[in-house]
């Protein structure tokens, strides 16, 4: 049945501020290793309501994000039904089509797929983020000279990561995934919206 969501999107990365995977550029240092929460603030998947739900993810990607082959580890929010959990999963995985499909084509191992409370709480690019015992971070966009925020708008992941983006920097943020091979220090952040649609 596809799916129409719309909703927000934290990402921390590794690299410096503007994370060039944003432009389609090779990531700093030659990988970039990140967080995502995707936050749905309204919609559904294939005949399932998921508005207020939340996925978290932590991933590696070994060189240009648009080569794919990116490393991921899966948390659903802990609020999820089965049958929402199911839906969401179908959808990321690329089984539902659309650009979510194009994400999933990207990826090139699912390390392990989790449960845990997921926290959202960010807007044009500041906030807040946790994900169960994994993850947690706090972002601040940048500013114009005026004090309104820096956007980044039809970039190459716009597609997938949606437009418009919020650049800013980590203030804070603790990982705890060693034991799934993850394990890196946090740089930037890009805060996007999107609004995701599949027939």
């Keep these: 049945m596809g799916y129409d969501i719309r909703g927000r999107l934290c ?12 432009g389609g550029d090779d990531p700093d240092g030659g990988t970039c290793n990140f967080t995502w929460v995707f936050h749905f603030d309204s919609g559904h998947v294939d005949g399932v309501e998921v508005a207020g739900l939340n996925m978290g993810f932590v ?6 994000a648009l080569d794919g082959d990116v490393r991921l580890l899966v948390v659903v929010d802990d609020h999820a ?27 090139g191992e699912v390390v392990a797929v ?5 926290e959202f709480d960010v807007a044009e690019g500041t906030g807040k983020v946790r994900v169960g015992g994994r993850f ?55 805060q996007s919206e999107f609004h995701h649609v599949s027939a």
């Design 59 to 64: 991933g590696h990607v070994p060189g240009n």
């Design 136 to 190: 947690e971070g706090e972002v601040e966009g940048q500013r114009s000279p005026n004090g309104n925020p820096t956007q980044l708008v039809d970039t190459v992941l716009s597609p997938v990561l949606g437009s418009p983006a919020y650049p800013g920097r980590v203030n804070r943020f603790a990982l705890t995934a060693g034991d799934r091979g993850f394990d890196f220090p946090a740089r930037s952040s890009t």
């Design 11 to 22: 990402e921390i990365c590794s690299c410096a501020v503007y994370c060039p995977c944003w």
């Design 81 to 107: 039904s089965p049958r929402q959990e199911q839906a969401l999963l179908a959808a990321f995985t690329g089984r539902l089509g659309g650009p979510l499909a194009d994400l999933a084509d990207l990826v």
């Design 114 to 118: 989790e449960r845990a409370p997921i």
